[in-house]
C-alpha cells in the first residue's frame, strides 16, 4: 500500500518521540509500571498540555472518528513504540469515539486530562463476544440501575468514569458511571506487559438519564472496531522497535570472531520478520482507512487486521527473543517488556481465531 504522512502528522510523529524519549525513557517507563499506582500523572497532564494529544478526536466525535482517524495512528504508532500505562487508548481513542456532540463536558474532561476512561465491556464465559449478556440496566423513576460484571478492565484501577455495556431488555446500550459510585467494587490486578486492570462488580449501581452514551449493538461493535484499529497501530510501533532491537544487537553480539549479523540464516530470519513488519502495516493502514466505511465492510478490514497483526506479532517476538538468546528472557533487556506487550496484543479486542470466524460470517452474509 502507497501511503505517505503529510508534513503535519510527520512533525506530530516527531514531537511526540522526541517528548517521550525525554519524559518516558525505558527506565522511567518501568519504573512507572512498577509503582504504587502504576501510570504517572505528570506525564499525563504532559499529553494534554503540553503535545495536546489527549483531546485529537473531540472535534470529529459528533460525527464519527473521521479524518483525525490517521493522525491518532500516527501517535498511537509512537506510544507503542514507547510501551505507554497510561490510559491513552481507553481514554482518548474510545472515550473520546464513544462521546457525541451531547457530551461536550466529557470531551472538555478527556482533552484537559481530568477524565480518565475505562471501557468495561469484557463478561465471564462470553469469549470475546462484544454485546453484554448479564449486565442488565433498569429503567428507575430517577435514572438507571445497572447490576452485573465485568471481568479485565484494562486501566479500571486508574479511572475516573467507566463505559459499561449493559442490556436494556434485549437491547445492548452503553453507559457512562463514575469509577467512585456506590456499589461499583474492583478486584485489581497487574498485567503480564506492566498495565493494571480489575474485575468490576455492579451492584445496584443508580446513574443519572444523562449517563446512557449510545443504544444499540452497532454503537458497540464501532467503539471496539475503532479500538482494535488503533490497538493495531500500537503494535506497529512494538514491533518495530523488537525488530530494531533485534538488529542492533545481531550487530554487536559475536560468535566464532564476528558479528552474529553476519550469519546468512539469521539475515533471513529478520527478514522474515520485517516483512511480516510490512504486512502487518499494510492491514492496519487498511483497516484505520475503512473505520468511516459502511459496518460491514469496516468490521471486515478490522477482522483481517487482527488476524494479519497477531500473526505479526507471534512471529516478530518470538524471533526478537530467540535472537537475543537467553539476554532475550531478562527483564533487564527492553524486548522482553515489548514481547510482553506484544503477546497481550495478540488477544486484545478477539483473537486472530476469533477475528477469523467473524470475518468468514461477514462474508457469509454479504
Known amino acids: 500500500m502507497d501511503f505517505i504522512f503529510t508534513d503535519d502528522q510527520r512533525q506530530l510523529r516527531d514531537a511526540l518521540r522526541g517528548y517521550l524519549a525525554r519524559n518516558n525513557g525505558f527506565s522511567v517507563r518501568t519504573a512507572t509500571a512498577r509503582s504504587a499506582s502504576g501510570w504517572s500523572d505528570s506525564l499525563w497532564r504532559g499529553l494534554a498540555g503540553d503535545l495536546g494529544i489527549l483531546g485529537l478526536l473531540a472535534p470529529e466525535a459528533a460525527r464519527g472518528i473521521g479524518g483525525n482517524a490517521t493522525d491518532m495512528m500516527v501517535v498511537m504508532e509512537e506510544l507503542g513504540a514507547n510501551l505507554l500505562v497510561e490510559p491513552y487508548l481507553e481514554t482518548a481513542v474510545i472515550g473520546a469515539s464513544a462521546f457525541g456532540a451531547a457530551h461536550a463536558a466529557e470531551l472538555a474532561g478527556i482533552a484537559t486530562g481530568d477524565l480518565r476512561i475505562a ?132 550487530k554487536e553480539r559475536r560468535q566464532f570472531g564476528q558479528a552474529i549479523a553476519s550469519f546468512q540464516v539469521l539475515q533471513h530470519r529478520m527478514v522474515d520478520m520485517y516483512m511480516q513488519l510490512e504486512l502487518a502495516t499494510s492491514a492496519v493502514y487498511r483497516a484505520v482507512l475503512s473505520l468511516d466505511a ?37 527483564d533487564e533487556v527492553a524486548v522482553t517488556h515489548y514481547f510482553r506487550r506484544a503477546t497481550v496484543i495478540e488477544s486484545e479486542f478477539g483473537s486472530a481465531d476469533w477475528h477469523r470466524r467473524r470475518f468468514a460470517a461477514l462474508s457469509r452474509a454479504a
Open 119 to 250: 471501557f468495561a465491556w469484557a463478561e465471564a464465559g462470553t469469549r470475546f463476544d462484544r454485546l453484554p449478556r448479564d449486565t442488565i440496566a433498569l429503567r428507575t423513576t430517577v435514572g438507571w440501575r445497572l447490576d452485573g460484571g465485568k471481568i479485565v478492565v484494562t486501566a479500571a484501577p486508574m479511572a475516573t468514569h467507566f463505559l459499561v455495556t449493559a442490556r436494556i431488555g434485549d437491547e445492548p446500550a452503553l453507559f457512562l458511571v463514575e469509577a467512585g459510585a456506590t456499589g461499583i467494587s474492583q478486584h485489581a490486578f497487574p498485567t503480564i506487559d506492566g498495565r493494571r486492570a480489575a474485575d468490576v462488580t455492579l451492584d445496584a449501581v443508580a446513574v443519572p438519564d444523562g449517563a446512557l452514551v449510545a443504544r444499540g449493538g452497532e454503537a458497540i461493535e464501532r467503539l471496539c472496531d475503532i479500538a482494535t484499529a488503533m490497538l493495531g497501530a500500537e503494535a506497529l510501533g512494538v514491533m518495530r522497535v523488537m525488530l530494531d532491537d533485534t538488529i542492533a544487537f545481531t
Open 294 to 330: 459502511e459496518p460491514v465492510e469496516r468490521a471486515r478490514a478490522v477482522s483481517a487486521m487482527k488476524v494479519m497483526v497477531a500473526a505479526a506479532c507471534r512471529f516478530i517476538g518470538q524471533n526478537a527473543i530467540q535472537l537475543h538468546g537467553g539476554m532475550g528472557m531478562t
